[in-house]
């Protein structure tokens, strides 16, 4: 079955620690996103890629960094600088184009030791 | 600044009857629009969109419509089943305008339940 896939879907972090959460699709979508929803709010954008090795920063970039080295995987990296790193993270793609929606995976939940 | 706004946080509605979810925006360069549904713990599902050259998108049981001059959309669930019961977000992107083409600006989301 196509779809997106997000590992872990639960992960622990000590304090000044950097974690690494995966995002996989196989879908042969161009774009993919990650996204961070905290309690009562929406989704705010960290970073987005519209094609391999080319990425860019969304509204909440400081403290993440990503790459873009394979079509299929996008993985983001919560750095021991973002100090509120406690959030649901989701990790989405798309075929690219302007009216192609946005599809999901389900979630990761890092949380702080 | 909240660019796309969903000003009840929940609304119940029983079985059977119409449930009507609304988002207002403010950015006029948005021409793209999509309701996705959320359940605890899991991602959001696309459910429907329109884009600003229509006003009226209709999908099954669910209806968006688009109010451009009133910066509003709506989304119809008719009829309401209790499986209905969710998160749901209203989000825009600037699309074709090319105004951050690839970015979604979310709401907050609606929690719907739908009583049996």
């Known amino acids: 079955d196509g779809g997106i896939t997000q590992s872990p879907k639960y992960l622990f972090r000590k304090e000044g620690q950097n974690v690494t959460l995966s995002c996989e699709q196989n879908l042969n979508h161009d774009a993919m996103y990650w996204y961070r929803q905290d309690p009562g709010q929406g989704l705010r954008l960290i970073y987005y890629?519209?094609?391999?090795?080319?990425?860019q920063k969304g509204d909440i970039a400081e403290g993440y960094s990503v790459s873009r080295e394979k079509k299929e995987s996008f993985p983001l990296t919560v750095t021991s600088a973002q100090k509120n790193p406690t959030a649901f993270y989701l990790c989405?793609?798309?075929?690219?184009?302007?009216?192609?929606?946005?599809?999901f995976g389900d979630g990761t939940r890092l949380s702080i030791l | 600044d909240q660019q796309v706004k969903q000003n009840s946080p929940s609304l119940s509605v029983q079985e059977g009857r119409i449930s009507i979810l609304n988002c207002d925006y403010t950015n006029s360069m948005f021409d793209y629009f999509l309701w996705y549904k959320k359940y605890p713990a899991e991602g959001p599902t696309f459910l429907i969109s329109?884009?600003?050259?229509?006003d009226k998108n209709e999908d099954g049981r669910f209806t968006v419509f688009l109010n451009k001059s009133a910066k509003h959309l709506s989304l119809h669930i008719v009829p309401s089943q209790p499986g209905d019961s969710a998160v749901y977000f209203c989000a825009a992107s600037g699309g074709y305008s090319g105004a951050g083409s690839y970015q979604l600006t979310f709401g907050k989301g609606t929690k719907l339940s739908v009583i049996p």
């Open positions: 890629s519209q094609i391999v090795n080319d990425f």
């Open positions: 989405a793609s798309s075929g690219g184009a302007w009216n192609q929606p946005q599809h």
């Open positions: 329109i884009s600003s050259i229509k």
